[in-house]
C-alpha cells in the first residue's frame, strides 16, 4: 500500500486542512490537529516529518482533488472543432459546480484563503506549480479552439480566470449566497440552479466571441 493512502495518513491532512484554514498555520497546533485526526501526535512525525511537512502534504492534497475535477480536460496537442471545446468547457464547469456546493469543499476553500493571504506561504507557488499553470493552459488551448483566440492572449488568459471565478464565488461567498437565496446550504436543486445559470453564462460568453 503506497503512504498517501494510509489511513492515519489521510485523517491528518484532513484534520489539518481544517486546522489550517480554521486558525491559520502558526497558530494551529500539532496537538490538536493530532486529537482531530484521532490519532497521537507522533504520528505527524512519522508520517511527514513535521508540520511544515504536512502543511505542503495538505497543498497536494488539494491539488489532487481540483485535478480530479479537471480531469475532463485534454492535453494540449488535442485538436477539437469548436462545438467539441465547448462541450469539454461545459462538463467541466458543470463538475466544478458539483465539486465546489459539496460540504467536502469547505475545508479546502478555508485552507486555501487562509494560505493566499499568509506572507511568506509556500503554498501558492507549490501550487502554481502542481496545479494551476498546467490546468489553466490545458483551459486556455480549448477555449482557443472554441473561439478561435491565440491560447496565450491575455484576453483569454482572463476570459478562462472569469469562467473559475464564477464558478468560485458560490463556495467563497457561500453563506451570503445561501442567506439571499433562502437555501439551507447547497440542496441538489440549488446545485443545479447554479449550473444553469454558469451553463448559460458560458454559452453566452462564446455565442459574443464567435460572433
Not at 480530479?68 to 461545459?90: N, W
Amino acid at each position: 500500500m503506497q503512504e498517501t493512502e494510509h489511513p492515519t495518513r489521510t485523517s491528518l491532512i484532513q484534520a489539518a486542512l481544517r486546522q489550517f484554514g480554521r486558525e491559520g498555520f502558526a497558530a494551529a497546533s500539532t496537538r490538536a490537529i493530532a486529537a482531530e485526526a484521532g490519532t497521537n501526535i507522533s504520528s505527524i512525525a512519522y508520517h511527514f516529518g513535521g508540520k511544515d511537512e504536512l502543511r505542503l502534504a495538505c497543498a497536494d492534497f488539494v491539488a489532487a482533488r481540483i485535478g480530479q475535477v479537471a480531469r475532463v480536460l485534454p492535453g494540449t496537442a488535442l485538436q477539437l472543432t469548436p462545438a467539441g471545446a465547448q462541450q469539454i468547457l461545459r462538463r467541466l464547469l458543470r463538475r466544478m459546480v458539483l465539486f465546489l456546493t459539496a460540504p467536502a469543499a469547505e475545508p479546502v476553500v478555508a485552507f486555501l484563503l487562509r494560505e493566499l493571504t499568509q506572507p511568506n506561504s509556500p503554498i501558492p507557488d507549490r501550487l502554481y506549480h502542481t496545479l494551476i499553470e498546467s490546468r489553466h493552459r490545458a483551459l486556455c488551448h480549448i477555449w482557443s479552439m472554441a473561439t478561435g483566440k491565440p491560447a496565450e492572449s491575455e484576453d483569454v488568459k482572463l476570459a478562462v480566470f472569469s469562467i473559475v471565478g464564477q464558478a468560485a464565488y458560490f463556495r467563497l461567498a457561500a453563506p451570503v449566497v445561501q442567506r439571499r437565496m433562502d437555501w439551507n446550504g447547497y440542496p441538489p436543486a440549488a446545485t443545479r440552479a447554479i449550473a444553469r445559470r454558469l451553463l448559460f453564462n458560458l454559452d453566452a460568453i462564446l455565442e459574443a466571441e464567435n460572433g
